[in-house]
């Protein structure tokens, strides 16, 4: 067991809390290096990007100014100027319009005629073929009793 009325304990304890004031002012000290440390070598960086700029900036040649005589418009009166004639006349191109197509209301009616295949019929058979139009077909007037099949009516020629 320790006594703290020993003469060692009480050393040991001064020692310890000395050991750890000294720990802290180092903390301390490296601390407040090392910020001064980031602070110098950031400002040099910086100086030195600063002068590479500046050292490769080209001088812009300067620009005189040049005097321009204006005349004198007491010596000689000029007349005033004529304005522009703004009234033009537009003429538009002819417009040439097509005659309307003609419209062709002859309907012819092609005839169906069925032609057998020789394969399937062993005989050929000669059928009657229906008589062809020629002209176009009269109008027919539909029956009076077709109620309900309305039909158009016939166009006129």
Known sequence: MTNPNDPRYTSEAEAQRD????LKERDSENTSRG???GVLATAV???????W??????????VAPVP???????????PSPVPPDVNVNITEP??????????NT?????????QPSPESQPAPVE?????????????TDPPADAGSEEQPPAQPE
Do not use: M, W
């Not at 321009?68 to 000029?78: E, F, H, R, Y």
């Not at 002859?106 to 069925?114: K, Q």
């Open 19 to 22: 050991l750890d004031r000294r």
């Open 94 to 103: 002819p417009v040439e319009t097509a005659p309307p197509p003609e419209i």
């Open 127 to 139: 059928e009657n073929p229906a008589p062809e139009a020629t002209s176009s077909p009269q109008p």
């Open 106 to 114: 002859e309907v012819t009616v092609p005839s169906p005629s069925i």
């Open 35 to 37: 910020l001064l440390i």
């Open 53 to 62: 700029f500046l050292s490769t900036q080209r001088d812009s040649p300067t």
């Open 68 to 78: 321009v005589p204006v005349p004198d418009t007491q010596a000689s009166p000029s």
């Open 45 to 51: 960086v910086g100086l030195g990007i600063l002068a």
